[in-house]
C-alpha cells in the first residue's frame, strides 16, 4: 500500500466500474481528500457515494454529458479506467481542457504510450495494468514508466499504483506477457479452485465443505508463501513426505506436464492479446 507522506493531488478517475473503483477506494483510504469521478449513470453514482469511506464527487454522464469535462478541467492527475474501446474518445473529449502539468494514467488493455502522446500531447502519460485482487488492495500492477517522466511524477505513479497493493515496474514491449501472468491469473487461479472442489464434491462431500476444504488450503496456503520464510519449493517439499500419500497425488499432478502447460497458456494469452492491438 502506499505510504505518500505529502497530499494526493486533485485527482480525476474517468470511470468508476469495478477497476475505476477500486482506484477511488485506495486513494481514499491512502489519504487523497480531493478525488472526483465520472461514471454511465446517476444509479451507478448514488452507489458510489454510498461506497465511498470519504468524501467523493461523482458527475454521472446520464446527467451531464459533459461530465468527464468537468471533473479534468482543474485535476491534476487523471486516471483513464474507462473500457479500452472509448478511450480515444475520452482522451479527444478532455485533450483541450486538461490543464497544463496534469499527469494522466492509463489502466486500458492495448492502449500504447504512443497513442497516449497523440492524444494528449504535452502531458505525463503512463500505463498500468492492474489485476482484479486490486478490488481488496491486494493486486500486482504493472507499471509502465516513459522515459521523459521526471522523477516526482514517477514517483507519484508509482504511489497512487501502490494503493491497489504490489508494483512491478516494467517495459512496455512486456505488457502482453504481464497481462498473461499477473492479469489473468486470478482466472487460473479460480480454475484449479473450481477443479479441486468439483473433484472434492466427487470424493462424498457436500458443497459447502468441499468448499472450505479447498479454499481455506489456497488461503493459508497463501499466507504461508507470504511471509517468506520458505520458497514455494521447500514449503511443497514440506509437505510431500517420501513414499507417502501426498507424493503419490503429486506425481499423478506432474503426469499432466504442468512446466509445458502455463508456458502454453502464457504464449496463447500474449498471441490473443497481441490480435487485439
Known amino acids: 500500500m502506499s505510504t505518500r507522506t505529502t497530499p494526493f493531488p486533485r485527482t480525476a478517475v474517468l470511470g468508476a466500474g469495478s477497476m475505476g473503483f477500486a482506484i477511488i477506494q485506495g486513494l481514499l483510504a491512502a489519504g487523497a481528500a480531493e478525488v472526483s469521478a465520472t461514471c454511465a449513470s446517476s444509479q451507478r453514482a448514488e452507489l458510489l457515494r454510498s461506497r465511498a469511506d470519504?468524501?467523493?464527487?461523482?458527475?454521472?454522464?446520464?446527467?451531464?454529458?459533459?461530465?468527464?469535462?468537468?471533473?479534468?478541467?482543474?485535476?491534476?492527475?487523471?486516471?483513464?479506467a474507462v473500457k479500452p474501446k472509448y478511450v480515444p474518445a475520452v482522451l479527444a473529449d478532455i485533450a483541450d481542457v486538461l490543464p497544463a502539468g496534469a499527469t494522466v494514467i492509463s489502466v486500458a488493455?492495448?492502449?500504447?504510450?504512443?497513442?497516449?502522446?497523440?492524444?494528449?500531447?504535452g502531458h505525463g502519460v503512463i500505463r498500468a495494468m492492474p489485476n482484479t485482487p486490486a478490488l481488496v488492495g491486494r493486486g500486482v500492477t504493472g507499471v509502465v514508466l516513459p522515459d521523459d517522466l521526471d522523477e516526482a511524477t514517477k514517483r507519484l505513479a508509482r504511489e497512487v499504483v501502490a494503493t491497489l497493493g504490489a508494483v512491478v515496474e516494467i517495459r512496455e514491449e512486456q505488457i502482453d506477457a504481464l497481462s498473461a501472468v499477473s492479469g489473468s491469473g486470478p482466472a487460473y487461479f479460480y480454475l484449479f479452485v473450481e477443479q479441486l472442489t468439483e473433484?472434492?464434491?466427487r470424493l462424498g462431500f457436500d458443497e459447502p465443505t468441499a468448499r472450505r476444504l479447498v479454499e481455506d488450503t489456497f488461503i493459508?496456503?497463501?499466507?504461508?508463501?507470504?511471509?517468506?520464510?520458505?520458497?514455494?519449493?521447500?514449503?511443497?517439499r514440506q509437505v510431500t513426505s517420501p513414499g507417502g500419500t501426498t507424493m503419490e497425488a503429486v506425481?499423478?499432478?506432474e503426469t499432466g506436464a504442468w512446466a509445458?502447460?502455463?508456458?502454453?497458456?502464457?504464449?496463447?494469452?500474449?498471441e490473443k492479446a497481441r490480435r487485439l492491438v
Open 251 to 253: 506425481a499423478v499432478f
Open 260 to 270: 509445458d502447460l502455463a508456458e502454453r497458456a502464457y504464449q496463447a494469452a500474449i
Open 54 to 80: 470519504n468524501g467523493l464527487n461523482v458527475v454521472p454522464v446520464e446527467e451531464h454529458p459533459d461530465a468527464n469535462r468537468r471533473v479534468v478541467a482543474d485535476a491534476e492527475l487523471v486516471v483513464v
Open 109 to 121: 488493455a492495448g492502449i500504447t504510450v504512443s497513442q497516449l502522446h497523440e492524444a494528449v500531447p
Open 220 to 236: 493459508g496456503s497463501a499466507v504461508l508463501l507470504e511471509k517468506g520464510e520458505a520458497s514455494p519449493q521447500e514449503l511443497r
Open 199 to 201: 473433484a472434492a464434491r
